[in-house]
C-alpha cells in the first residue's frame, strides 16, 4: 500500500497586530513573526541601539566645561524657521537626537534642513501640512511645530506627541489659544488635525498656568495672525526672550518677552536670519552638581550664572565654593556637604523643575536631610529607583523626594527613567564607589551631546560601550513592505520591547543557521 499524501494546513492569511511594535503582519509562524519584527527594525534603525554607560566613581571633576546652546531654545527656533520666507541658520547647534528629530519634521513638511558643521541650516516652504508620525510622537516639542504650519498652510496634521514619562503633559493650553485665534482643532484617537478655514487672528489670551510650551505655541501662531495678540500669564524663561529675540530679528514684532505679558504685532511675512540660541542653563546646572556630587573644582564658561542662579544658591547652601562672572561661574566643593532643607521647583526664576533630579543627586552625599517637591510634574523622580539601588536612603511622597544622610553610595545596574533622571544617576554614579552601568542612555542623548567625553574631559572615569550594529544608518520606512499602526506615545518602548524579542530568539537554539544568514543578507 502506497502513502497517502499528507493533508495539508490550511494557510491562515488573516492579518494580525504585533502587540510589541504596533506592525500589522499576516499570521505567521513565532520564528516568522520575529524575523518580520527584526526586519523592521533593522529598516528603521531599531537595531542601532545605544551603549551602556559604564562609570568608576570616586574621583573629583576638575577643568572648564563650555556650555553648549539651549535645546529648549533650539527646538523652538527651528519650529519658528517654518514661519521665514528666507534661510534660517541657527549656529553652534549641538548634536542631540530631539535636534535630529526636529529636522526630520522640517524635512516632513518639505522643507530643506541640514547640518553644515556645527550649524542648522532651514529652508524653503513648506508644503505639506502633515508630519512624520515616528518623529513627532517621539518628542514632545513637536507640538510647536503645528502653529507655524497653521499659519503658513492653513492646516497642520500630527500625532499626540511624545516625549519623558515625568507625569501629565497636556495641551490644552496649546489647543485653547490656537482656538481663540481662529484654529479648529479635531482629534481621532492618537491624531491631531488643525485647520484655519479663514486664517490666524489676533486674540486677548490669559493662560491659567504659565507654560512655556504654550506661551512658544502662541508666539508662533500670533506672529504672522491678522492684527494684535496679548498672552497674559506668559512663562518668563529666557528660552521665551530667545524665541522673541529671533522672531523680531526677521521682522517680527514682539514686546515684553520674559515678562507675564506679551504683545505680538502679526506681520505679512517673515525672513530668514542668521542666529545664535542662548546657552543651556540646564546643561550648566548638570555640571555644577555632578562637580559638588564628586567633588573638586569645575569651570562652566559662556553661560550666564543668572541663567541658572537658584542651582548655585543651593549649592552655596549647602557648602560649596561659588564664584560667580559675567559669563560664567566656578563651582568647588572639597568638603563637607550640608543638608539644604526643604527646596521647591517653580516657574522661572525659580528653581527650573528640570534641575530637581539633579540636585536630588547631590543630597546622597550630604549630611544632612534635604528634600525637594517638584510642583510641576508628578512623576519627576523616576530616578529614586535608582538612588536606592546604588545604597541611597531616599523615599518618594507624591512629587516630593525625601534624603537622608548615612547612606554608602556603591555601584550598581542602573536604568536611566528619562532625560535628566538618565543625567542624575550619571551624577550619582561619579560619587559613588565602584563601577556602575546605565541602561537606555538614549534618553540622555536627547539633551546633552557628548556627555561621556566631557566628564572624561573633567577626569571622571566614563566610557560608552559602543554596540554592534551602532554604526548602522537608519533607512526610510519602505510601506510596500510594512504597516505602521503605532498607537504609543513613547516609541522608544516599542523598539526596546521588539530588540528584547530579537534577543531571545537570537539565543534559542530553536533557529537555525540558515535563518540567521537570511536574516543578515
Known sequence: MGCLPRKRRKKQTNDRTNAFCGVRVQNREPTALVLHTMGYLWQNGGLCMAGDYIITGGRPLNGTVRVPAAKNSVLPLLAASLLCSGPVRLCGVPELADVAESLALLRSAGCTAERQGADVRVDGVPGSGTLA???????????????????????????????????????????????????????????????????????????RFPSVGATETLLLAAALAQGETTLRGAAREPEIEDLAAFLNRCGGRVQGA?????????????????????????????????????????????????????????????????????????????????????????????LATDAAPLLAAVLLCAEGPGSIEDVIFERRFGCAAGFAALGGRVRVEGRTLYAEPGGTLQGTMLEAPDLRGGAALVIAALAAQGSSRITHTEFIDRGYADFAQKLTALGGQIARETPRGADCPKKELQKRKFDLHSRQKDDTIQLYKCRLIFLCVLHSSTIKSGWRTKLWH
Not at 553661560?303 to 562672572?325: D, K, S, T
Request: aromatic share 4%; charged share 15%; with cysteine.
Open 133 to 207: 508620525a515616528g518623529p513627532a510622537g517621539r518628542m514632545r516639542a513637536s507640538i510647536l511645530f503645528c502653529a507655524p504650519l497653521l499659519a503658513r498652510l492653513g492646516r497642520a496634521q500630527t500625532v499626540l506627541p511624545g516625549g519623558c514619562r515625568i507625569g501629565a503633559r497636556p495641551i490644552d493650553l496649546h489647543l485653547a489659544g490656537l482656538v481663540q485665534m481662529g484654529a479648529c482643532p479635531q482629534l481621532e484617537g492618537e491624531r491631531l488635525l488643525l485647520t484655519a478655514p479663514a486664517g490666524l487672528h489676533g486674540a486677548d489670551i490669559t493662560l
Open 258 to 350: 520674559g515678562t507675564g505679558t506679551v504683545r505680538v504685532q502679526g506681520v505679512r511675512r517673515l525672513h530668514g536670519c542668521s542666529f545664535a540660541p542662548l546657552p543651556d542653563r540646564i546643561t550648566a546646572a548638570t555640571f555644577a552638581c555632578a562637580c559638588a556630587a564628586a567633588g573638586g573644582r569645575v569651570e562652566l564658561a559662556g553661560c550666564a550664572p543668572r541663567l541658572y542662579a537658584p542651582v548655585l544658591e543651593i549649592l552655596e547652601q549647602m557648602g560649596c565654593g561659588v564664584v560667580r562672572r559675567s559669563d560664567a561661574a566656578v563651582i568647588t566643593r572639597f568638603g563637607r556637604l550640608y543638608g539644604p532643607g526643604r527646596v521647591f521647583t517653580g516657574a522661572y526664576p525659580a
